[in-house]
């Protein structure tokens, strides 16, 4: 009875642990390099100019790529207080209109938060592009910011169900910009905070009741 209930926790520990363990993985990409940067925390973006890797990469067309030569204090301090290292925003890959800027990350099948970052070195307050994850507009008429200027945008619970996470940035002449070349400087995914608590307290949950079973 005692190696049967073990083993039953163990089959059960299994299917419930491993989401929680994938859960953990992100995937990141800073834009305008080819080679893998890591960061002051530790964390390493891979380069953008990759393509077909096994985390994922540039699709169609590799994007053309821009220097951000300078940031206000302004920028730099936002960058800091969002944790994110000033290096990220000083590059951008980019398409030229009527191209995209289309990107793909191995995820796997979930649920995700994805954090889009771009520096703006040339179209101060005049590039215009729709922000396409999953193939849904999560942002539409886009307008980066000012020279020298940066931005930070969360995209929340975008489920994927194909395996793959598939971005496009797309000029739109809607946004009444003058500069339709779509861009961006640094992109980040990571699970969605909701689908890991939920999945630790079904372990919690699981573990609990077969305790009981065991009194």
Do not use: C
């Not at 009527?98 to 099948?109: L, M, S």
């Not at 995700?112 to 999953?134: C, K, M, Q, T």
């Not at 608590?197 to 919690?204: I, N």
Request: glycine share 8%; net charge negative.
């Amino acid at each position: 009875m005692k190696l049967f209930t073990f083993l039953t926790l163990m089959i059960v520990f299994t299917a419930v642990a491993v989401p929680v363990v994938l859960a953990q993985d992100a995937f990141r990409v800073k834009g305008g390099a080819a080679d893998d940067f890591t960061d002051s925390q530790g964390r390493v973006w891979h380069g953008a100019q990759q393509e077909d890797q096994a985390w994922g990469g540039w699709l169609e067309k590799e994007p053309r790529t821009a220097e951000v030569a300078t940031l206000t204090a302004d920028a730099q301090a936002q960058a800091a207080e969002a944790g994110y290292d000033v290096e990220l925003f000083y590059a951008v890959s980019w398409a030229q209109f009527p191209d995209t800027v289309k990107y793909q990350f191995k995820t796997g099948d979930g649920t995700f938060d994805v954090i889009y970052l771009v520096g703006e070195h040339w179209s101060p307050n005049n590039r215009g592009f729709d922000i396409i994850i999953e193939g849904e507009v999560v942002e539409a008429l886009y307008v980066t910011p000012g020279k020298d200027e940066i931005d930070i945008r969360t995209y929340e619970s975008i489920e994927v169900t194909d395996g793959t996470l598939d971005f496009d940035f797309a000029g739109n002449a809607e946004t009444g910009a003058g500069d339709l070349n779509a861009m961006f400087s640094a992109l980040e995914v990571l699970p969605a905070v909701s689908t890991a608590v939920d999945a630790k307290a079904k372990l919690a949950t699981t573990w609990g009741a077969l305790k009981g079973n065991r009194q």
